[in-house]
T-cell receptor, first 112, second 113 residues
């Protein structure tokens, strides 16, 4: 089944404790993105990647890191999480030559 | 950069009525305008999209219209059903080799039986 997966789905952590949210797609898509969703603000892009080893900042990159060492994986790293990073996070992938973004199931992160 | 405004933030209709959600964008270079539907607790899913060289597109009960001059586009849902209840997001993007989407803030549609 073609899909985008994220892990964990739910995470409660404390300020300053490094964490990684994994994202994997099995559709051989070239493009991958991370978004955060907050009430009243919609979906905002954090980082995106156009291919292996090619990443760029989105609209709200501060406090986040990403890497794209393999085509299928695009982890999101929070080196020192803060409470303002409490949010619902979505990974998405897109095939080159297509426009539709396929979203993962989401990761709800709470930073206390 | 691109900015997308979406209205209304909430919309309540009776089953069978029509619903219209409107979005405006700021960057005249934007050329792709998708609409995503997000049911409660689920991921966003594409329901319809339109490109800047087209003025209107329909798919069964949903349609999208685009006015490039005014820089606004709208989602129209006819004969609404309770299963249409969800949050709807518009987005705009320009093709730089990758469609960098900028989303609106979302509209919560509630269809009452």
């Amino acid at each position: 089944e073609a899909q985008v997966t994220q892990n964990p789905r739910y995470l409660i952590t404390v300020t300053g404790k490094k964490l990684t949210v994994t994202c994997s797609q099995n559709m051989n898509h070239e493009y991958m993105s991370w978004y955060r969703q907050d009430p009243g603000l919609g979906l905002r892009q954090i980082y995106y990647s156009m291919n292996v080893e090619v990443t760029d900042k989105g609209d709200v990159p501060e406090g986040y890191k990403v890497s794209r060492k393999e085509k299928r994986n695009f982890p999101l790293i929070l080196e020192s999480p803060s409470p303002n990073q409490t949010s619902l996070y979505f990974c998405a992938s897109t095939s080159a030559g297509s426009d539709e973004q396929y979203f993962g199931p989401g990761t709800r992160l709470t930073v206390t | 950069g691109e900015n997308v405004e979406q209205h209304p933030s909430t919309l309540s209709v009776q089953e069978g009525d029509s619903a219209v959600i409107k979005c405006t964008y700021s960057d005249s270079a934007s050329n792709y305008f998708p609409w995503y539907k997000q049911e409660l607790g689920k991921r966003p899913q594409l329901i319809i999209d339109i490109r800047s060289n087209v003025g209107e597109k329909k798919d069964q009960r949903i349609a999208v219209t685009l006015n490039k001059t005014a820089k606004h586009f709208s989602l129209h849902i006819t004969e609404t059903q309770p299963e249409d209840s969800a949050v709807y997001f518009c987005a705009a993007s320009w093709n730089t080799g990758f469609q960098k989407l900028v989303f609106g803030t979302g509209t919560r549609l509630l269809v009452s039986p």
